[in-house]
């Protein structure tokens, strides 16, 4: 092959109990991209559509991660990416991931797959540090791998694939407001108390049980944010009032996805999943704010070809 058509999905991370550890795979929500074999060496990005992102290679998520990939393969020859962009920039449902990891997949997948998936997520992170300033695995490992992904470590790293329960659906409601990943990074304090630390560490390896037990009743006692919450939500208007009719009405738990100002929850069952919606829609009907609102399964591929 010489060329490849890809779908990168948008992912949530942060996943409450899980802050900068814990990601997930979106089902049928996500950009899409053409990569080619050039003669040329390097990455040279010739399109993009659906958002203003630059064109420069070391400018822009997609071209740095590819960079990084080359450089580590040491080829006599490029690639060319087309970028259509359906993820909103600044959207916490990673945008820059998908391009970051569409890129390193498809690249992968056109040299006939010499590298095992995991070994392509610390190139994506070199996309995400361009992003975001700072090098997280929680977006675009399960954009690459699919399902939910751990970080157990990130010196060295190593990412675990979760078990992901086939009744677990997630909603997301996307209000179009701009929250930057920095800025959201730089509100949090740098230290915790130990008392919230243990609170965050038993619902995270709760949570981890859950999944692998499909006990959903553990899963929502455990999806609960004591570390990034408290200080982010203040950034997302009406955020109480969305979870408190989220919770109302079924869903399992509902937070932050990745550093907002989309908000997701997790529901048994699609249609709890769509009650979920059509109840956040409620709290933002009556702001005046436009939002996006979404349902989906968790996917168990990440990056895939059309």
């Known amino acids: 092959m010489n060329e490849i058509k890809i ?25 899409e991209m053409i990569i080619r074999k050039s003669d040329e060496k390097g990455i040279r990005i010739t399109k993009i559509t659906g958002a203003d992102l630059p064109l420069e290679t070391n400018k822009n998520v997609a071209g740095v991660a590819g960079l990084a990939m080359l450089n580590h393969l040491d080829l006599e020859f490029g690639f060319e990416i087309e970028i259509h962009k359906k993820i909103k920039a600044g959207s916490g449902i990673g945008s820059s991931a998908a391009s970051a990891a569409g890129v390193v997949v498809g690249i992968n997948e056109l040299l006939g797959n010499p590298l095992h998936r995991k070994d ?12 975001s300033g700072s090098y997280h695995a929680d977006n675009v490992a399960p954009a690459i ?6 970080v157990r470590s990130y010196e ?58 499909e006990d959903y ?23 109480n009032n969305v979870k408190k009719s989220a919770l109302e009405n079924g869903a399992l738990g509902c937070g932050i996805s990745g550093s907002g100002p989309s908000i997701y929850a997790l529901s048994k069952g699609i249609q709890t999943s769509k009650n979920v919606g059509n109840k956040m ?22 990056v895939k070809m059309i």
């Not at 800025?183 to 230290?191: D, G, Q, S, T, Y």
Request: charged share 20%; net charge negative; with cysteine.
């Open 145 to 150: 791998l699919g399902g939910f992904t751990l």
């Open 120 to 131: 392509l997520i610390p190139f994506a992170m070199e996309g995400e540090f361009l992003a």
């Open 217 to 239: 009743a553990l899963m929502g006692r455990c999806l609960q944010d004591v570390v990034a919450e408290p200080y982010r939500k203040n950034l997302i208007p009406e955020f």
């Open 156 to 213: 060295p790293l190593e990412v675990i694939k979760i078990n992901s329960p086939k009744d677990l659906y997630v909603t997301i409601i996307h209000p179009h407001i701009e929250v930057k990943t920095s800025e959201a990074r730089n509100i949090l304090p740098k230290e915790i108390a130990l008392k919230t630390a243990i609170t965050q560490w038993g619902n995270l390896g709760g949570f981890i049980s859950g999944l692998y037990t």
């Open 281 to 302: 829609k409620e709290v933002y009907l009556k702001t005046g704010i436009e939002y996006a609102i979404y349902v989906s399964k968790v996917c168990d591929k990440g």
């Open 7 to 31: 779908f990168c999905p948008a992912t949530v991370a942060n996943l409450s109990c899980g802050f900068d550890v814990l990601g997930l795979c979106l089902e049928g929500i996500g950009d």
